[in-house]
């Protein structure tokens, strides 16, 4: 467990951003009535 591994960097930053992406999208979905999500 290198934590200066590039590549291991990079694939925790793609993480973090699909993460960030999907939060923003749950709480459009929560705050936007009538999409189906409680």
């Excluded at 590549?7 to 189906?36: E, F, K, N, W, Y």
């Amino acid at each position: 467990m290198n934590a200066a591994d590039p590549s291991l960097h990079a694939d925790h930053q793609r993480r973090l951003t699909r993460i960030s992406r999907v939060a923003r999208l749950m709480d459009t979905a929560i705050r936007i009535p009538g999409t189906g999500i409680r």
